[in-house]
């Protein structure tokens, strides 16, 4: 009995680990298309989130759209995964490597080699510490401070020069992404000083604590006086919706509702008027970078070292339709 | 029957969570006011036992296995995994009380995988229950394809949301779970085999207590009860984050037991005491949420004012404090 | 000798106040260089205490303390060993991880340009080991040695601390005779060489074996201080009990009541590696003692009788009908009970308070969901505290405060409560003062008398001789003889142990 439930259990982990095993698999599906275009090698970082999962799917997407050939490997946040793997690109002799890194720095001797190999490496999403830029052909990242900037503005011109006091959700401390989307929101409020940013707490990126730090927020001040909330992610915007329902207030018109991400649950909820606008972190990340690299490829036309995404608003009037387009995506 | 010893023992932590609530009341001075909105209560003393109610399961869970010498550090994973199954379930539209059972069922199964490890397998209990934290959450990002589940069921939103006599539906789980587990430990003898077992497994083994079952079960049950704790995280959010739903929780269970007196060496236990400690955790995190200090501070705070706790609650300073609130009482009672 | 030789410790008034006790009070003792003495008492008569104040473990309330007539008051055991006082414990306290020469040299290690010099370490450590008679590697850990050469390591630790005062608590506790006897002549080079040896004991035959002089005390009092060959044996005793005591009584062979049928028949019981097959049978109203020197394999023959070990050979008949025992608690369920040997690691639970001590073998056969229902509990626990005459506070209190003695009864209690059929023992009397020895002894026969079989392992060869019916004999883990009636003498036991098994494995049984 005891014996028994052992063995499945080991089974079931088995059955897990091999599970896991499968996604770092390249694509195979995608050889086949277009033998005459490019082909690029994409190291992803892993599949943690919905966001990453849309990105690797645009990423297909936009290469079977253009007859481009993709590999992808699948890291698992593993950095020495994606070295492996960028090796295994420069082996099979790929016309170009997509790199989304899993952490900043430990980068210059496989890159390096890819550069020795004359293969060009485009940096997706996130940038790395190295002293030789020419390790790299371009990098396309969304501009963080320009998104904090976005909802800051649309905040600004919705309140038409009204008095504002605005509750703010950080991120996880100690990210510069938090630095930023926090630096561009405050550049993006500045002017008049009607608004004015009256309390700040990290919600670690997560619905749950977004919802107990809104609790909080409602609790700790003036019933009624809280007229707006900015959340450096969608997620703990939804947890904060959440809490001000349960506290009987109603978001998107009692507290206005201002986030950053564009995830399809921020966008249902903006269809149901809980929420006011979005900020997109586009997932197309490597739609860009196709092309940079295809004029690259074609005539030699060097891209600028830091291609940054359009930080595209979104609002409810738009939400229905863009929530069908994006919730099959994610 | 032996009133004032176990009084002498929750003494102090009851004067420490008054410590907490008095500093929650300096912050925001409406703190301890509660009221009754639409047959539903609402106060700063509420929300302290709601958004405690899963670290007060999970404590309840850990305590037993820690009085058996062990720990159980899955119960962070095993909340996302109960969460995320729970989710699913609903999604592949099946009804509610389904996706409970199969959450729970889920706890139950982790619990069974810990216990046979430690048990059979004779592992160390800290890296058999590491296995299930680190691999709970992939298992759990597997079913939720890295996504957070939404769901909108409203009766698995319930667990959550609902409320009965007044009080949040969590804040009932968790008392019941604290009360039944421990009724259960006192009212049989459970209680005085997992402490034999703690102190002295060699003595207890010879004595006739049937160490393997009662290991077993005692991780079992911390399973059950982080799979309750991970539906109400998972229905308060209405959506199953397989990254984020309880993690860390672990520590926080564990150093709530800790603060009810029970030594990572095992021995005595006890399951109020460690929902107390629970609840004491839980009011100083609402305290610096609500402070409106800098959120870099968070962690700095958290880690002083529980380095505080713990060195009051040292047997170097046992005496002087109940010393101390030995006056205290003497006074308010003159 | 002692007379005439200079005075290294002189000890005046020496007193510590516990609130609520005064657990020494105005205690002299003076220590000689060149002299073995012992010092003497029941639990409780302040031996620890005393001991705590000299090596610091303790503050000193009042009183003096001269060592080479110097006065000194130790702060710590740092302080006093500084000075030159050094105790040895019973419980071993050096490192078991560590290897010899790192436990020799703890806190003072040989260093080379800043660094430990294990070289040297090792060879210093050989040649100071060689001088007491120990040729072993330094290297190897401490844990690869019996329980006599790591005594025999922590002496030599504290002597080469340049010692003057040695003080030796309880040393011969965990030894056999042939240890015992290293003991004592290492003991004695030492005490040769000019040092002043403080020797704690329960065992009479060594206070008159290697002791010069004797200090007795009894409840925190100085009884007074003797000459060893002044002293005879019966008033060493009733110094320490404050009366002439009927404890050596118990040493008198009684006749015991008729025995009664076989409860238990163990035929051929073995385990590879552990104890050859063994075969025996306890009767009702019998006691069959088990003599054997250290690791002759008698607690071995309990272990495997209790299921506590599983045997591969052998088979166990209950009132002539075969059981299966594949764990302890097939045993409690046939009616046995096991009493170990090592009673703080198998024996009490000591966090729990001696009522749940008591109840828990009780308990454990009822299963977990039908709990003794508390007022039970307190009855069963009171009575026993009555009846064995356990003398603590209360039930409630954890029975790590009371003394081995005490807890050995309260261990008994907890097997008596299930109503035993076999009662299995196995040391029951070791590190217990002379009081509580005798109870025990005087319980095990009205055991016997109630009709309880009783399988009493010791090492007390008088003792067993006085109380066992028959006698099973274990040499080198075989069966070397079962003495039954009246070969039951401690010349034939000892001849038994003694002498090479012969192939036959019932010895000169009849």
């Given at each position: 009995m005891k014996g028994f439930a052992t063995w499945g259990a080991m089974a079931l982990m088995l059955a897990v680990m091999?599970?896991?095993?499968?996604?770092?698999?390249?694509?195979?599906?995608?050889?086949?298309?277009?033998?005459?275009?490019?082909?690029?090698?994409?190291?992803?970082?892993?599949?943690?989130?919905?966001?990453?999962?849309?990105?690797?799917?645009?990423?297909?997407?936009?290469?079977?759209?253009?007859?481009?050939?993709?590999?992808?490997?699948?890291?698992?946040?593993?950095?020495?995964?994606?070295?492996?793997?960028?090796?295994?690109?420069?082996?099979?002799?790929?016309?170009?490597?997509?790199?989304?890194?899993?952490?900043?720095?430990?980068?210059?001797?496989?890159?390096?080699?890819?550069?020795?190999?004359?293969?060009?490496?485009?940096?997706?999403?996130?940038?790395?510490?190295?002293?030789?830029?020419?390790?790299?052909?371009?990098?396309?990242?969304?501009?963080?401070?320009?998104?904090?900037?976005?909802?800051?503005?649309?905040?600004?011109?919705?309140?038409?020069?009204?008095?504002?006091?605005?509750?703010?959700?950080?991120?996880?401390?100690?990210?510069?992404?938090?630095?930023?989307?926090k630096k561009g929101f405050e550049e993006g409020i500045a002017g008049p000083g009607n608004i004015q940013i009256v309390r700040?707490?990290?919600?670690?990126?997560?619905?749950?604590?977004?919802?107990?730090?809104?609790?909080?927020?409602?609790?700790?001040?003036?019933?009624?006086?809280?007229?707006?909330?900015?959340?450096?992610?969608?997620?703990?915007?939804?947890?904060?919706?959440?809490?001000?329902?349960?506290?009987?207030?109603?978001?998107?018109?009692?507290?206005?509702?201002?986030?950053?991400?564009?995830?399809?649950?921020?966008?249902?909820?903006?269809?149901?008027?809980?929420?006011?606008?979005?900020?997109?972190?586009?997932?197309?990340?490597?739609?860009?970078?196709?092309?940079?690299?295809?004029?690259?490829?074609?005539?030699?036309t060097v891209p600028p070292k830091w291609v940054q995404t359009p930080s595209t608003l979104y609002l409810p009037d738009t939400a229905a339709a863009e929530y069908e387009r994006r919730k099959d995506l994610y | 029957m032996n009133t004032p010893a176990w009084f002498a023992a929750a003494r102090s932590r009851l004067l420490l969570l008054a410590i907490v609530l008095l500093a929650n009341v300096l912050v925001a001075p409406g703190f301890l006011e509660v009221r009754l909105v639409d047959g539903r209560l609402f106060g700063g003393i509420i929300d302290i036992l709601n958004r405690g109610a899963p670290v007060m399961l999970l404590a309840v869970g850990m305590a037993p296995v820690i009085a058996t010498r062990g720990i159980d550090l899955s119960v962070g994973a095993v909340m996302a995994i109960a969460g995320a199954v729970a989710a699913a379930t609903v999604n592949a539209g099946h009804a509610w009380p389904v996706a409970i059972l199969a959450a729970l069922g889920t706890g139950l199964a982790c619990g069974l995988w810990n216990g046979v490890l430690v048990t059979i397998f004779r592992m160390q209990p800290i890296v058999a229950?590491?296995?299930?934290?680190?691999?709970?959450?992939?298992?759990?990002?597997?079913?939720?394809?890295?996504?957070?589940?939404?769901?909108?069921?409203?009766?698995?939103?319930?667990?959550?949301?609902?409320?009965?006599?007044?009080?949040?539906?969590?804040?009932?789980?968790?008392?019941?779970?604290?009360?039944?587990?421990?009724?259960?430990?006192?009212?049989?003898?459970?209680?005085?085999?997992?402490?034999?077992?703690?102190?002295?497994?060699?003595?207890?083994?010879?004595?006739?207590?049937?160490?393997?079952?009662?290991?077993?079960?005692?991780?079992?049950?911390?399973?059950?009860?982080?799979?309750?704790?991970?539906?109400?995280?998972t229905a308060d959010i209405r959506g199953a984050d397989a990254n984020n739903a309880g993690l860390w929780l672990e520590l926080d269970a564990i150093l709530a037991v800790v603060i009810g007196g029970t030594s990572l060496y095992g021995g005595r236990f006890s399951i109020g005491l460690s929902v107390l400690g629970a609840l004491i955790l839980q009011g100083m995190r609402t305290c610096i949420l609500r402070s409106g200090l800098p959120p870099e501070l968070n962690l700095l705070l958290m880690a002083v004012v529980v380095a505080l706790v713990l060195v009051v609650q040292s047997p170097a300073c046992g005496p002087v404090l109940a010393r101390m609130t030995a006056r205290l009482t003497r006074r308010g009672t003159a | 000798m002692g007379d005439t030789a200079s005075m290294v410790l002189a000890v005046r008034g020496l007193t510590r106040t516990f609130p609520g006790v005064r657990a020494l009070d105005g205690v002299d003792l003076t220590l000689r260089a060149g002299e073995i003495h012992a010092l003497l008492g029941e639990n409780g008569a302040g031996k620890s205490t005393l001991i705590n104040l000299l090596t610091g473990a303790q503050p000193i309330d009042d009183g003096t303390i001269h060592l080479d007539g110097?006065?000194?008051?130790?702060?710590?055991?740092?302080?006093?060993?500084?000075?030159?006082?050094?105790?040895?414990?019973?419980?071993?306290?050096?490192?078991?991880?560590?290897?010899?020469?790192?436990?020799?040299?703890?806190?003072?290690?040989?260093?080379?340009?800043?660094?430990?010099?294990?070289?040297?370490?090792?060879?210093?450590?050989?040649?100071?080991?060689?001088?007491?008679?120990?040729?072993?590697?330094?290297?190897?850990?401490?844990?690869?040695?019996?329980?006599?050469?790591?005594?025999?390591?922590?002496?030599?630790r504290a002597v080469d601390m340049s010692a003057r005062v040695l003080i030796l608590d309880e040393p011969t506790a965990s030894l056999d005779s042939a240890e015992v006897a290293v003991l004592f002549r290492l003991m004695r080079e030492l005490a040769a060489s000019g040092l002043a040896i403080l020797f704690v004991t329960h065992f009479l035959d060594q206070v008159y074996t290697v002791t010069d002089r004797i200090t007795v005390l009894r409840g925190g009092k100085l009884v007074g201080e003797r000459l060893t060959a002044d002293l005879a044996r019966l008033d060493l005793v009733a110094m320490m009990l404050g009366s002439l005591p009927a404890t050596e009584s118990h040493l008198q062979r009684r006749t015991a009541v008729a025995p009664g049928d076989i409860v238990v028949q163990v035929t051929g019981l073995g385990r590879r590696n552990l104890v050859s097959p063994f075969t025996a049978e306890i009767r009702q109203a019998e006691v069959l003692g088990v003599a054997g020197l250290l690791g002759s394999g008698r607690t071995e023959t309990a272990l495997l009788l209790f299921g506590a070990v599983r045997a591969d050979t052998g088979g166990v008949l209950v009132d002539g009908k075969p059981v299966t025992l594949k764990g302890p608690r097939d045993a409690i369920r046939l009616g046995f009970g096991f009493c170990p040997e090592d009673r703080k690691l198998d024996g009490i639970v000591a966090d729990l308070s001696v009522r749940e001590n008591i109840v828990l073998a009780l308990q454990a056969r009822q299963g977990w969901w039908k709990r003794v229902p508390p007022a039970r509990q307190r009855a069963l626990a009171d009575d026993y505290i009555r009846l064995l005459n356990i003398r603590t506070p209360d039930a409630e209190k954890p029975i790590q405060l009371l003394s081995g003695g005490n807890q050995q009864?309260?261990?008994?209690?907890?097997?008596?409560?299930?109503?035993?059929?076999?009662?299995?023992?196995?040391?029951?009397?070791?590190?217990?003062?002379?009081?509580?020895?005798?109870?025990?002894?005087?319980?095990?026969?009205?055991?016997?008398?109630?009709?309880?079989?009783?399988?009493?392992?010791?090492?007390?060869?008088?003792?067993?001789?006085?109380?066992?019916?028959?006698?099973?004999?274990?040499?080198?883990?075989?069966?070397?003889?079962?003495?039954t009636g009246a070969e039951v003498t401690p010349a034939a036991i000892i001849d038994a142990i003694v002498r090479p098994v012969d192939g036959e494995p019932s010895g000169r049984a009849a």
């Open positions: 091999t599970g896991c095993g499968e996604k770092a698999s390249t694509d195979k599906a995608a050889d086949k298309t277009a033998p005459g275009g490019l082909t690029i090698g994409f190291s992803q970082i892993g599949s943690e989130s919905g966001w990453r999962a849309a990105e690797t799917k645009l990423a297909r997407s936009e290469a079977e759209k253009r007859g481009i050939t993709l590999k992808v490997s699948d890291a698992q946040q593993q950095q020495a995964n994606q070295i492996k793997a960028v090796r295994s690109f420069i082996a099979q002799g790929v016309d170009a490597i997509l790199l989304a890194p899993v952490i900043s720095s430990g980068w210059d001797e496989v890159l390096g080699e890819a550069k020795a190999a004359n293969i060009p490496v485009v940096l997706l999403d996130r940038l790395i510490d190295t002293a030789d830029p020419s390790l790299y052909l371009s990098s396309v990242t969304s501009d963080t401070v320009e998104e904090g900037r976005v909802a800051g503005r649309w905040l600004a011109e919705k309140l038409a020069g009204r008095d504002c006091r605005v509750v703010e959700l950080q991120g996880t401390i100690g990210a510069s992404l938090v630095a930023n989307r700040t707490q990290s919600g670690d990126f997560t619905r749950a604590k977004g919802k107990e730090v809104m609790e909080g927020f409602i609790k700790a001040e003036a019933p009624g006086s809280i007229c707006a909330v900015y959340a450096h992610n969608d997620d703990m915007m939804i947890g904060a919706i959440q809490a001000m329902k349960e506290a009987g207030l109603k978001p998107g018109s009692d507290i206005l509702a201002v986030s950053i991400d564009g995830v399809p649950d921020i966008f249902k909820a903006m269809a149901d008027g809980d929420a006011n606008a979005t900020v997109e972190l586009t997932p197309n990340m490597a739609g860009p970078a196709y092309d940079m690299l295809t004029a690259y490829k074609k005539d030699g | 229950t590491l296995i299930l934290m680190v691999a709970g959450r992939g298992i759990a990002q597997m079913i939720t394809q890295g996504r957070v589940l939404t769901f909108t069921d409203a009766g698995l939103a319930g667990v959550s949301s609902a409320s009965l006599l007044g009080l949040p539906l969590p804040v009932l789980l968790a008392l019941a779970a604290a009360i039944g587990t421990g009724l259960l430990v006192r009212g049989t003898a459970l209680g005085l085999f997992i402490e034999s077992v703690g102190t002295s497994p060699r003595a207890a083994r010879l004595a006739g207590v049937p160490a393997p079952a009662l290991l077993i079960g005692v991780y079992v049950w911390s399973g059950l009860m982080a799979a309750l704790a991970g539906l109400i995280a | 110097r006065a000194i008051r130790p702060k710590n055991p740092a302080d006093a060993a500084a000075n030159g006082i050094v105790a040895v414990y019973q419980e071993i306290t050096l490192l078991p991880n560590l290897s010899v020469a790192e436990n020799i040299y703890l806190g003072r290690e040989p260093t080379r340009f800043g660094l430990v010099d294990r070289a040297r370490m090792r060879r210093e450590g050989s040649a100071l080991l060689a001088r007491f008679g120990l040729s072993i590697d330094p290297a190897l850990p401490l844990s690869a040695f019996s329980t006599a050469v790591q005594q025999l390591i922590a002496i030599a009864k309260a261990l008994l209690a907890r097997w008596l409560a299930t109503r035993p059929r076999l009662l299995i023992l196995d040391e029951p009397t070791r590190g217990i003062d002379v009081g509580a020895h005798a109870e025990i002894i005087l319980l095990l026969e009205e055991l016997r008398n109630d009709g309880m079989a009783l399988y009493v392992i010791s090492s007390e060869i008088e003792e067993v001789a006085a109380y066992a019916d028959r006698v099973l004999v274990m040499r080198e883990r075989r069966q070397a003889g079962m003495l």
